[in-house]
């Protein structure tokens, strides 16, 4: 009797051990990337096999062959002394959550529309038919930031937020206007062991202009070790970390947003030089505004798209 109590403690004891011994591995996975997808999200993979029914190949192969333009990571840093006096509303605004940051302009699928006092464009802007990409890293951080419940229309309307800001500087003055289809958002669980060339290879490999957009963009959440942004030079993809307004970077997604998207229009980098353009590593997140170079080359290239 003694020995049989004994026995069914130890039992006891060894399961309890072994979940124990199990929970921690349990809560390791869990938070790695077995969230799914989101309900109502389409995924990269269905995304990817609706365009490639319709895609024209020569578009594609020509992609290739267009100029990769990197960015390194000490410029995307900002000041530990700013960071510091940043609050949560702060890092918000940097992230472009709706409720926190309002672009000046707002358009959506041909029609423009006045919202919240903000501008209407004319009819002669030139509109850039946009598909988003968000992966699940982006998800989780939209997920981990929003004061509201995160949902998939939710995580799609940050994301347009952040092009809707980002794209603010380029309808006024070049009339260039980028327009998220919201029928394209797509969801993709990036793997992990991809870098930003990796993936910017893997959407550079699908051709918006198959079924009649212009650019793809990928919004990732996975850190690019020294990379926020990769972009092909007048091409039609790029990607953007639309996490870096969190640690460690700090930055304004807007200002990404809008750099990387300058890089379709042959704007090039300008390094850790003095001028005052967003094309510069010293001032892309205090400015963004145009140097004369950058500005005639988008003036030369604002109507490639249309
Ligand atoms: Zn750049
Ligand atoms: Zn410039």
Redesign the pocket.
């Known amino acids: 009797m003694k020995n049989a109590k004994i026995l069914k403690i130890i039992a006891v004891a060894s399961v309890l051990f072994v979940v124990m011994a199990i929970l921690p591995v349990q809560a390791l996975t869990s938070s790695d990337e077995t969230i799914g997808v989101p309900a109502g999200a389409m995924t990269f993979d269905e995304l990817r096999s609706i365009i490639s029914q319709s895609a024209n190949k020569d578009t594609i192969e020509n992609n290739i062959e267009y100029e990769v333009c990197v960015e390194t990571a000490d410029a995307w840093q900002l000041p530990p002394e700013i960071v510091e006096k940043m609050t949560k509303e702060d890092l918000n605004k940097l992230a472009c959550l709706p409720d926190y940051f309002t672009p000046n302009q707002m358009s959506t699928e041909g029609i423009t529309y006045n919202s919240g006092g903000q501008m209407l464009l004319d009819e002669t802007t030139h509109v850039v038919k946009t598909i988003v990409i968000i992966d699940e890293e982006a998800y989780n951080y939209y997920a981990s930031n929003e004061p509201w419940f995160a949902t998939w229309e939710g995580c799609c309307a940050w994301a347009n937020n952040i092009l809707e800001g980002g794209d603010d500087y380029l309808e006024i003055p070049f009339g260039i206007d980028f327009q998220a289809q919201s029928q394209y958002y797509s969801y993709w669980e990036t793997p992990d062991d991809m870098d930003y060339y990796d993936l910017l290879d893997e959407i550079d490999g699908v051709d918006p202009t198959g079924v009649g957009c212009d650019v793809i963009v990928l919004m990732t959440g996975q850190s690019g070790g020294s990379i926020v942004g990769l972009a092909n030079r007048m091409g039609h993809h790029f990607l953007m970390n639309a996490a870096a307004s969190g640690w460690p970077y700090y930055i304004p997604v807007a200002n990404l947003f809008q750099h990387e998207a300058s890089h379709l229009y042959d704007?090039s980098d300008?390094g850790y030089d003095q001028?005052y353009?967003?094309?510069?590593y010293t001032y892309q997140w205090q400015t963004r505004g145009?140097?004369t170079?950058?500005t005639t080359q988008i003036n030369l290239n604002c109507a490639r798209f249309d």
């Open positions: 704007c300008h001028t353009c967003i094309m510069s145009y140097c170079g950058c």
